[in-house]
Each structure stands twice: as C-alpha cells, then as structure tokens.
C-alpha cells in the first residue's frame, strides 16, 4: 500500500492510500475533474509525489438579460 499524494502546481488536491503506483500517462477524475499524471516520483518507500495536469475549465460568458425583449 502506498501513500499518493496529487498535486497541481504546488498545491495539494488529494491525498490516497493506493495498492498500485500511478504511471506516467494515466488519467484520473479528481475533484470533478478530469486529470493527467505529468510525473511520479517515489519520496520515501511508501509515499509517493504525483504531479497533475488539469483539463482547462472554460467559462461561458454571462447573458445580458436587459437586452432582451419582455413579452
């Protein structure tokens, strides 16, 4: 069992105790939120640093209701 820390740009998303060791490629869904393992690296012998790319969350612009017309 190892201790698997996620993290994204330096700040900690999660924390899991896991039987298998993330690779280097593997997707995840963290949070809501779909992830990719950019790096793994094995700290002491059962804790392990896994550094995340998140997928961009894309903001839709808001709708100026005042414009429309009122029936």
Not at 19 to 33: L, N, S, V, Y
Not at 45 to 65: C, F, T
Request: glycine share 4%.
């Amino acid at each position: 069992m190892y201790i698997v820390y996620f993290y994204h740009e330096r700040n900690l998303l999660l924390q899991q105790l896991r039987k298998k060791i993330p690779a280097d490629g593997d997707e995840f869904k963290i949070k809501g939120r779909k992830a990719k393992v950019v790096q793994t690296t094995i700290i002491e012998g059962n804790k392990v640093h896994v550094q995340l790319q998140l997928e961009q969350v894309i903001k839709k612009a808001a709708v100026d209701l005042s414009k429309k017309k009122r029936k």
